[in-house]
């Protein structure tokens, strides 16, 4: 069993920047590939972006490629999501994945989840 608990969420202005950070703990953490999701209402869990077990290879959906940054540091069994340059479609829940082995790509093949951090813009 993987826990993993989503922080940093809050309200931002649009154009603003915020960091979001996932804490990993029960299982071997660089056994798992992690990624970002989000949830608007009334919208299908969107995939963000993904960082495999070492950190050295990242993927980023079109709709954040160039905004957000994913990252991992295994030492604190943290994963993170800097976001910036943010915008009123931006807002939603926002969820830490985690999956063992191979890599994330959609909601269906998640192992693990966080149970979110709401992020807000104001225009």
């Known amino acids: 069993q993987v826990q993993l608990v989503e922080s940093g969420g809050g309200l931002v202005q649009a154009g603003g920047s915020l960091r979001l950070s996932c804490a990993a703990s029960?299982?071997?953490?660089?056994?798992?590939?992690m990624g970002w999701f989000r949830q608007a209402p009334g919208k299908e869990r969107e995939f963000l972006a993904r960082?495999?077990?070492?950190?050295?290879?990242?993927y980023y959906a079109g709709s954040v490629k160039g905004r957000f940054t994913i990252s991992r540091d295994n030492a604190k069994t943290t994963v993170y999501l800097q976001m910036a340059s943010l915008t009123p479609e931006d807002p939603a829940v926002y969820y830490c994945?985690?999956?063992?082995?191979?890599?994330?790509?959609?909601?269906?093949?998640?192992?693990?989840w966080g149970q979110g951090t709401q992020v807000t813009v104001s225009s």
């Open positions: 960082i495999n077990t070492s950190g050295g290879s990242t």
């Open positions: 029960g299982r071997t953490f660089t056994n798992y590939n």
């Open positions: 994945a985690a999956r063992n082995v191979y890599a994330i790509d959609k909601a269906s093949n998640v192992d693990y």
